[in-house]
């Protein structure tokens, strides 16, 4: 399996790397020796325990982002069920049953639990998501739209809002199973599909890419009788003709539809029929849109016919809901592969061209206040939705029915807002040198020294189960303090044999590390009277003794000498 082939990639990549950083004359990880990935991610969970509680394992899970119902983990999940069905309590795991459990999809849960993720820290971001859905709650402005029926039956009261990042984090909060129409938001996914299936150039022979500066469903063509670009209703009727030329009304909408559910990683995406017989009743304005372009010649294979069919099809209609929407705008973030099932969708090509027309075109008349504020590439739609893309980060879709006078979400345009203020996700935020906004994607703090006082610290009281955590996380277990002091120093220092045991057998750090001072672990071991200490080291010396040089030998005979 791939997974299992990246965990052995992985391990010798471990290898080579202490062999050529140390050199051959080193106390370095042993192949045999080495523990593997599912033995360490035990260690990390189990936190000292020989068991795991099935449930905790689950909730550790979660807290990275990641999902039980993740395609991704679908065969750990499946063996965890069938492995629990056998056990003698039904609910706590072993290191053996734990390993057979999580080894089909080690590599991705490796990298969950190290926080190695585009978001490390997920629980304390999605926190500061739910201030600022709590914030955007309370706005009470808007009107729902009501030109058809099943938009005006929409409580003004719902409110959404999920996110899915690149790495398949995903998180939700409000109203977001319910199902709503993409209506308009739908456009830059036509497009993107109209660009991955001809190209660029074929497709703009027809589009432009400049925003109108008109109302998005004006009777009006640009100066080459072109639709100004692929946002406006005039754009996304030429969009929809250009998918599957010369196919029937229902191929072009399975089409459509098989797209879109793999942009969602196979989420929920629906169709009403109710809004689509409305939608067809009451668009009058969208067939004057769809004969003027037959009368300028934009598309010439358009009949009277195929008209009627593209009108009856510009927005599809299709439902989703948050969850599954955000899924998409997170494949658009991905470069056009989906996050949740690692497919690739869409090409880099459509992926780009479509952000790029978001960026600038995507939010009605109110798209360039948004570029400036927010500085995201978004879509919004008469339904509520707004469709938000952090480039190679997340998507999010925000949902709630009352509309601004210029038909976007009240309350999604205040969530945006909050959250560019918060974060640094604007594109033309500093990266380096803004420091009044968070970036969620970076661990706070000076990491280097953060890690060194939380390593020395977990050494000093002897809490090995910290230390289990920071060698899953790859973190440096020789790394030393001002005053070249290691974690084991301290540890034999303060007689702590269990950490002593844990950092020669498991980490294979080095255990003749000297300080400022000339001490090596053994002279503190020494002076502070740990005979037991003083045991394990002189054992794992003599077990290792071929490896160790002449001086570490001497040095370690002279710290004996002073003992007895």
Not at 301 to 327: G, H, K, R
Not at 468 to 483: G, H, K, P, T
């Amino acid at each position: 399996p791939r997974d299992r082939t990246e965990s052995s990639l992985l391990q010798a990549a471990l290898l080579r790397h202490d062999q050529r950083v140390n050199g051959p004359q080193c106390w370095r990880r042993n192949a045999g020796i080495l523990p593997s990935l599912e033995d360490l991610l035990f260690y990390t969970v189990a936190e000292g325990q020989e068991k795991i509680p099935a449930h905790k394992f689950l909730t550790a899970l979660k807290a990275t982002g990641l999902r039980t119902g993740d395609p991704r983990l679908k065969e750990c999940m499946e063996t965890l069920k069938e492995t629990l069905k056998n056990t003698s309590d039904g609910v706590t795991l072993d290191r053996h049953l734990f390993k057979k459990c999580v080894q089909s999809n080690i590599v991705l849960l490796t990298q969950a639990f190290r926080k190695k993720f585009v978001i490390p820290d997920f629980q304390s971001f999605t926190s500061h998501i739910d201030e600022l859905y709590e914030n955007a709650k309370t706005l009470a402005g808007g009107q729902v739209a009501d030109y058809i029926p099943q938009l005006a039956k929409f409580s003004p009261d719902l409110w959404a809002v999920s996110l899915c990042t690149v790495d398949g984090q995903r998180h939700t909060v409000g109203d977001t199973k319910v199902p709503f129409c993409l209506q308009s938001c739908v456009k830059p996914l036509k497009y993107a599909v109209a660009v991955h299936d001809h190209g660029t150039e074929y497709v703009h022979s027809f589009i432009g890419k400049e925003p109108s500066g008109l109302r998005f469903n004006k009777l009006f063509l640009n100066d080459e009788d072109k639709p100004h670009n692929p946002m406006v209703n005039a754009g996304a009727i030429v969009c929809t003709s250009l998918i599957k030329q010369g196919a029937g009304n229902a191929e072009k909408f399975d089409y459509v539809m098989n797209f879109l559910k793999k942009m969602a990683g196979n989420e929920y995406v629906g169709f009403s029929n109710a809004t689509f017989q409305s939608e067809r009743e009451s668009g009058d304005r969208n067939f004057a849109i769809g004969y003027y372009l037959k009368e300028k010649k934009v598309c010439p294979w358009m009949s009277e016919t195929s008209i009627s069919q593209l009108i009856c099809q510009l927005c599809s209609y299709q439902s989703v809901t948050c969850e599954s929407a955000s899924v998409m705008a997170a494949t658009l973030a991905n470069g056009g592969i989906c996050p949740i099932t690692g497919e690739r969708v869409l090409s880099p090509e459509a992926v780009r061209n479509t952000l790029s027309l978001m960026h600038s075109c995507g939010m009605y008349d109110f798209s360039g206040q948004f570029a400036f504020h927010v500085g995201l590439p978004a879509k919004s739609g008469v339904s509520g939705g707004i469709l938000l893309v952090v480039p190679n980060v997340m998507g999010i879709m925000c949902w709630a029915p009352p509309l601004d006078k210029l038909g976007n979400s009240v309350r999604g345009i205040q969530f945006c807002t909050d959250l560019v203020e918060l974060f640094n996700f604007h594109n033309y935020d500093n990266l380096r040198h803004f420091a009044k906004k968070h970036d969620p994607r970076r661990e706070g703090g000076d990491q280097r020294a953060k890690s060194v006082i939380n390593l020395l610290f977990a050494a000093y009281t002897g809490d090995v189960s910290a230390l289990r955590r920071f060698a899953l996380s790859s973190m440096d277990m020789e790394q030393r303090d001002y005053d070249s002091r290691t974690a084991l120093h301290v540890a034999a220092a303060e007689g702590h044999t269990d950490v002593v045991r844990f950092l020669l057998e498991a980490c294979k750090v080095n255990p003749v590390p000297r300080d400022r001072w000339g001490n090596t672990p053994m002279d503190e071991a020494v002076q502070f009277g740990h005979h037991d200490v003083v045991t394990i080291l002189q054992s794992y010396h003599d077990k290792h003794s071929s490896s160790c040089t002449a001086e570490d030998k001497a040095s370690v005979e002279t710290s004996l000498d002073s003992l007895l």
